[in-house]
Structures are given as C-alpha cells and as structure tokens.
C-alpha cells in the first residue's frame, strides 16, 4: 500500500481513520463542547462529504463545490436520516475506495477538473494532488474529533491510537 493510500486509510501519519471512530455512541457523537464549532458526527459528515465530492471528481463527475461552507455541514434532516454508524461505514467505505485509488499506479497522475467556489476557475490537479489534498483534509478533521475524544474522556480508543 502506498503512503498515500495509508493516509487516507491505513496506519501512516495518524491512528488509523476506523480506530478514531471506533466505540463511538450516538450520544458521544452528537455532544456539544463549548466552544467548539461542531460535533463529532458534524465533522465526520463534513469530512464523508467532501470525500464523495472527490471521489466524484477523480470519477469524471464535476460536482459543484456549495455556496456556503456550511452547506458543506449536516443540516438538522441530514442528522436525523442518517444514524451515527452508518455515517461511520459510508465514511470508511469511501476512505478504502479513495486508497484503492491512491494505490492505482495508472490513473493516479491523470488530470481531473475540479469546480471550484462560485466565481472562481474550475482548477485542473491530478488525481493524486486531488487525494493529497483529501489525506490533508481529513487529517485536519480527524484531529478536531480526536481532540474531542479526548475533552470527553473518551480516548484512546479500545484498538489504540496515539496519546502524546
């Protein structure tokens, strides 16, 4: 497995994305923390959201980026049609599917179109600057749900994750 893939999916730079996630209750995940922006489940969505735009863009699909960045954010529907678990398995389903195609030796320097923000030039990458740029991002938000984990006594993990 590449580094990339590992990024994205595996044990690389951060505990790896299904340990972070790992023994999760709906109501831990739903639990505001003062001063924080969002929740768990929140960032977890935000972050399976733009996992699928990517994964529709190295597909050929240009979907648009939204208005907003909080249409990039769960709304209240959103929550409630889709239990914490779930979110969890479509997150991870997308992460193995985005290192599959890290590790895809002959599509990963093929350049892809990417719409950008209203008013602004759709920006061409390759798949693997498109994927870097996932890793990037998620790696981000994995540190906000960890951090929260850790305001909430709930880390590590029972299959481990790093505590420094």
């Not at 590449?2 to 790896?16: F, M, V, Y």
């Not at 739903?30 to 994964?55: C, D, K, N, S």
């Not at 590790?103 to 990458?125: D, V």
Request: proline share 9%; with cysteine; glycine share 6%.
């Amino acid at each position: 497995m590449t580094e990339l893939a590992l990024c994205l999916h595996g044990d690389s730079a951060h505990t790896p994305p299904s340990h972070i996630l790992e023994n999760l209750s709906d109501a831990l995940a739903h639990r505001r923390q003062p001063g924080a922006p969002h929740t768990i489940y929140e960032e977890l969505w935000h972050m399976a959201f733009w996992q699928q735009v990517t994964l529709d863009w190295v597909g050929g699909v240009e979907t648009p980026c939204p208005q907003t960045a909080a249409l990039g954010f769960p709304s209240q529907q959103d929550t409630q049609a889709e239990p914490f678990a779930a979110l969890c398995r479509r997150f991870l389903a997308g992460a193995e599917q985005a290192a599959a195609i890290a590790n895809e030796n002959t599509l990963i320097e093929q350049p892809i179109r990417c719409p950008s923000p209203a008013g602004k030039p759709t920006r061409t990458m390759s798949v693997r600057e498109q994927l870097e740029s996932l890793a990037a991002h998620n790696a981000y938000h994995f540190g906000r749900i960890v951090l929260l984990r850790q305001l909430f006594g709930s880390w590590p993990p029972p299959s481990g994750g790093f505590t420094w």
